[in-house]
Nanobody, 121 residues
């Protein structure tokens, strides 16, 4: 299994970035795949998750209306379009597959190495 994130970088507040999560080694269409982030000194939090099986999406309240998750089944890739970025969005963003939700917590089978997103004020 391979999960590789890309697209991170430095952007000014109000700007946009699109993260990509390229996957291989599992049946993409059967999995729930999502984005998580971890800022320095903070716990990892779920940002957005997408069930490829039924199309159900989850968004954290802090990103609703600003972030959009989509997938390209032909490329086995998930995207996170981030608009109206804020300094509080600064974190390492991780892509994960095989997600399951237990109340407010998530577990995942496969994780990428992460990509840094820095939003300057």
């Amino acid at each position: 299994v391979r999960i590789v994130e890309s697209g991170g970088g430095v952007v000014q507040a109000g700007g946009s970035l699109r993260l990509s999560c390229a996957t291989s080694g599992f049946t993409f269409g059967d999995y729930t795949i999502g984005w998580f982030r971890q800022a320095p000194g903070k716990e990892r939090e779920a940002v957005s998750c997408l069930s490829n099986r039924d199309g159900i999406r989850y968004y954290a309240d802090s990103v609703k209306g600003r972030f959009t998750t989509s997938s390209d089944n032909a490329k086995n890739t998930v995207y996170l379009q981030m608009n109206s970025l804020k300094p509080d969005d600064t974190a390492i963003y991780y892509c994960a597959a095989g997600l399951r939700q237990y109340g407010s917590r998530w577990s995942g089978d496969y994780w990428g190495q992460g990509t840094q997103v820095t939003v300057s004020s």
